[in-house]
T-cell receptor, first 114, second 110 residues
Framework: GAVVSQHPSRVICKSGTSVKIECRSL??????MFWYRQFPKQSLMLMAT?????????EQGVEKDKFLINHASLTLSTLTVTSAHPEDSSFYIC??????????FGSGTRLTVV | QKEVEQDPGPLSVPEGAIVSLNCTYS??????FMWYRQYSRKGPELLMY????GNKEDGRFTAQVDKSSKYISLFIRDSQPSDSATYLC??????????FGKGTRLHILP
């Protein structure tokens, strides 16, 4: 069945380095990918919406130069956290509309910046 | 079999009715169960968060977890048009790696 495969599931990186998170749609095409950030036991905060072949749309307050989003194909969207700092430590999750009604979510990435 | 199954709907009910939303799952190791509400163009908002089995009530919302049947439910009493949204169930083994259902689109008809 349709799955959004998200990798890595956990990553620890040093402050100042960059981390890339991938979300790949399997068995369906994702022309749109939503990227969220979640703090423990809280709602998901929409960070940005990526569309295949065009620039991502960022929500207010989200630094587009810090959170680089690329959606180069119908099955792959990536989020790169550049020059990561401890305050970027969080749970990042992606989702794509479909197939059909509803959404398909990735299983999330736990980022820890030390 | 998918780990979490949720009927995407849409589900239409008249205002004031009791809404029942549910999900089934296959992984008996899930311990944390969540319900989110998502309006268009917004991130999913956490409505209910429960650990293990049992019921939890918050205002008009009641979450039920039946681990023996691998079945969770969200009930909305006295439904309002403002409750129209997509409702997502989610669950995890630990407080991490959340598995979401596809979401059920709910319409409350005035």
């Amino acid at each position: 069945g349709a799955v959004v495969s998200q990798h890595p599931s956990r990553v620890i990186c040093k402050s100042g380095t960059s981390v890339k998170i991938e979300c790949r749609s399997l068995d369906f095409q994702a022309t749109t990918m939503f990227w969220y950030r979640q703090f423990p036991k809280q709602s998901l905060m929409l960070m940005a919406t990526s569309n295949e072949g065009s620039k991502a749309t960022y929500e207010q307050g989200v630094e587009k130069d810090k959170f680089l989003i690329n959606h180069a194909s119908l099955t792959l969207s990536t989020l790169t956290v550049t020059s990561a700092h401890p305050e970027d430590s969080s749970f990042y999750i992606c989702s794509a509309p479909g197939p059909g009604l509803g959404y398909t979510f990735g299983s999330g990435t736990r980022l820890t910046v030390v | 079999q998918k780990e979490v199954e949720q009927d995407p709907g849409p589900l239409s009910v008249p205002e004031g009715a009791i809404v029942s939303l549910n999900c089934t799952y296959s992984n008996s190791a899930f311990q944390y169960f969540m319900w989110y509400r998502q309006y268009s163009r917004k991130g999913p908002e956490l409505l209910m968060y429960t650990y293990s089995s049992g019921n939890k009530e918050d205002g008009r919302f009641t979450a039920q977890v039946d681990k023996s049947s691998k079945y969770i439910s969200l009930f909305i009493r006295d439904s309002q048009p403002s409750d129209s949204a997509t409702y997502l169930c989610a669950m995890s083994e630990e407080d991490d790696k959340i598995i979401f259902g596809k979401g059920t689109r709910l319409h409350i008809l005035p």
